[in-house]
């Protein structure tokens, strides 16, 4: 089974998570996405966790890693889809101060991220 699923829309880069977010799938993940990067036009990452029940530091890695490589050029990381298992590792690990949370993928696309309930508010 593939990781996730990735669509280049607009400018931004949705990858859709397929499985556990851990040490098994964060290479493959991680690779995926910076290879889209490198040859789209992507400026921004959704990450949607819709049906992802555990993340590990390898999936934290993973976030921070591609945050890092958006910010410079203006870009944000958002997510959506986050379960309570995964939710309270973002907000254990500080997640939600670099990364804005939506409820849905469609919200990401219309929604600036100063009006974002980052944090789960």
């Known amino acids: 089974m593939q990781a996730a699923e990735y669509e280049v829309k607009n400018d931004v880069l949705v990858i859709r998570l397929k499985a556990d977010l851990d040490h ?6 991680r690779e ?3 290879a889209l990067l490198a040859r789209s036009h992507a400026k921004h990452i959704l990450f949607d966790f819709t049906g992802v029940e555990f993340m590990d530091s390898s999936g934290i890695g993973v976030i921070m890693g591609r945050y890092r490589q958006v910010i410079f050029s203006g870009g944000r ?12 590792i973002f907000r254990i690990s ?3 101060k670099i990364v804005e949370q939506y409820k849905n993928a469609e919200e990401a696309f219309i929604r600036p991220a100063s009006e974002c ?3 789960g508010n």
């Open 24 to 29: 098994h799938t964060a290479v493959s993940v």
């Open 94 to 96: 500080g997640l939600y």
């Open 117 to 119: 309930c980052a944090g």
């Open 77 to 88: 990381v958002g997510v959506t889809g986050v379960g309570t298992s995964v939710d309270r």
């Open 32 to 34: 995926a996405a910076d």
